[in-house]
T-cell receptor
């Protein structure tokens, strides 16, 4: 079993829909990252969080440390949001990132 | 610099050829990481530098892989005698601290034929 599990693996939505991507982890962590990767492109850091909730524009990330679960929400989705969204964790205070396999989001106009 | 820069963006190598991949991190960033991403998978850790010191190379898949960061800034990942299974995207990331927001480069897509 992977230490970081994401669901769903693939998600197709219509423009304007509210989107939720989930991440569960099975190890102790010091931080959790949400990353975005466009096809053929590099990875962009969206959020780094260790508790609570963060918001940036239409993106919201939450984390529940007790349940070892995080969610990434996108409000009013747009086709330009189409990308792979990756959850990654720093185990305890370790510098290494352990990655989930990613969620491929496609937003249709 | 403005961001993490990697070169080349694409590299096709014949099996058995040596390759060198370059990473230019954000100026002043202490931490530098190399990750390998196979098609359809999440990145996997290769190695970690803190300034010029290579503190962790546990993820390097074989002794054909070698990384250096001699002056604590630019890093080079070298793969000797490339094999087909080395085909992947190689990502470099830098961070201001040991555990901090990671800034990734565009990656180098290596194809070994």
């Amino acid at each position: 079993k992977n230490e970081v599990e994401q669901s769903p693996q693939n998600l197709t939505a219509q423009e304007g829909e509210f989107i939720t991507i989930n991440c569960s982890y099975s190890v102790g962590i010091s931080a959790l990252h949400w990353l975005q990767q466009h096809p053929g492109g590099g990875i962009v850091s969206l959020f780094m969080l260790s508790s609570g909730k963060k918001k940036h524009g239409r993106l919201i990330a939450t984390i529940n440390i007790q349940e070892k679960h995080s969610s990434l929400h996108i409000t009013a989705s747009h086709p330009r949001d189409s990308a792979v969204y990756i959850c990654a964790v720093n185990r305890d205070s370790n510098y290494k990132l352990t990655f989930g396999k990613g969620t491929l989001l496609t937003v249709n106009p | 610099g403005a961001g993490v820069s990697q070169s080349p963006r694409y590299k096709v190598a014949k099996r058995g050829q040596d390759v060198a991949l370059r990473c230019d991190p954000i100026s002043g960033h202490v931490s530098l990481f190399w990750y390998q991403q196979a098609l359809g998978q999440g990145p996997e850790f290769l190695t970690y530098f803190q300034n010029e010191a290579q503190l962790d190379k546990s993820g390097l898949p074989s002794d054909r892989f070698f990384a250096e960061r001699p002056e604590g800034s630019v890093s080079t990942l070298k793969i000797q005698r490339t094999q087909q299974e080395d085909s992947a995207v190689y990502l470099c990331a830098s961070s201001a601290w040991t555990v901090g927001e990671a800034f990734f480069g565009q990656g180098t897509r290596l194809t070994v034929v």
